[in-house]
């Protein structure tokens, strides 16, 4: 297979017809049959690719070229993601431009080089699938705990962490999911899982959010400086599920999908 047919089959997967800015094929190749993946795969996880024989490396964080430079276009994501959950577009949009803009700068300093130019160098085929991986979690764990929770309007926080921890993948995690606000016995109300949209939209954008009626976040992660927002504003409630199995979800999926073509995958790095 070719890296341009494999990653056709995470994007048919996600539902996306063309790769988002944070996912990218930075070193093209064919004839692929043995892949290795992992969550953050540089340069000497390049080198051990090599060295074992593989024929692809994919991380699904983005390491180089425009998937660096452009990432924070994909956080736009969020703002269909809030419009959907009631917030107004207008405040979607102006919640999330601090964030956008703060990422937008990191990142343009950045050796976005280093990786791509290590994988030519190397002469092994490299991409990665960021969004695509994200989506696909994000949707399977918000239609679980809609389909768990559609008749029982008084679920606590500690009943969301136990239906979560039904699933093995945060079952067996090392990091588990917990909540980084609110109570165990405090009520979820409404629940928005977010994992797909680049990165944490910040403060802002959680309260657009609670604004808009949702109780609980469920995140892949939070940052310090969010957790202790979200406190002060005493509106609504962050669990954390945990970023490595909230990751390895979708990854898992597509990796189940390259098997299914033939495709021998060794996962590491991070995947559950």
């Not at 997967?13 to 953050?40: F, H, R, Y």
């Not at 795969?41 to 080198?47: D, G, K, Q, S, V």
Request: hydrophobic share 45%; proline share 3%.
């Amino acid at each position: 297979m070719t890296t341009k047919e494999i990653m056709q089959i995470a994007l048919k997967l996600a539902g996306l017809s063309e790769m988002p800015c944070d996912t990218s094929i930075n070193v093209e190749g064919d004839s692929i049959q043995k892949v290795l993946i992992g969550i953050d795969m540089e340069n000497p996880e390049i080198l051990l690719a090599k060295e074992l024989g593989y024929d692809l490396v994919v991380s699904h964080h983005p390491k180089a070229d425009l998937s660096l430079i452009d990432f924070h276009k994909v956080m736009d994501r969020q703002i269909d993601k809030m419009v959907e959950f009631g917030v107004p577009i207008n405040r979607a949009q102006k919640a999330l431009s601090k964030k956008i803009n703060a990422v937008s700068i990191s990142n343009h300093v950045g050796n976005y080089d280093r990786v791509s130019s290590f994988a030519k160098l190397a002469d092994m085929p490299f991409m990665n699938i960021h969004m695509p991986a994200d989506i696909i979690g994000e949707r399977f764990i918000q239609k679980y705990l809609n389909d768990k929770f559609e008749s029982q309007n008084k679920k606590t926080l500690e009943d969301v962490i136990a239906a979560l921890n039904e699933l093995n993948i945060y079952k067996n995690a090392l990091a588990s999911p917990i909540i980084r606000c609110g109570s165990a016995k405090d009520y979820a109300g409404k629940i928005a899982v977010l994992f797909a949209g680049g990165t944490n939209g910040g403060a802002d954008v959680y309260k657009a959010y609670f604004d808009a009626g949702v109780g609980t976040i469920v995140a892949m992660h939070a940052p310090e400086d969010v957790i202790k927002a979200v406190m002060e504003q005493n509106i609504g409630n962050i669990i954390v599920a945990g970023h490595m199995p909230s990751d390895s979800i979708g990854l898992n999926a597509i990796i189940s999908a390259w098997q299914e073509k033939g495709l021998e995958v060794t996962k590491m790095s991070g995947i559950l």
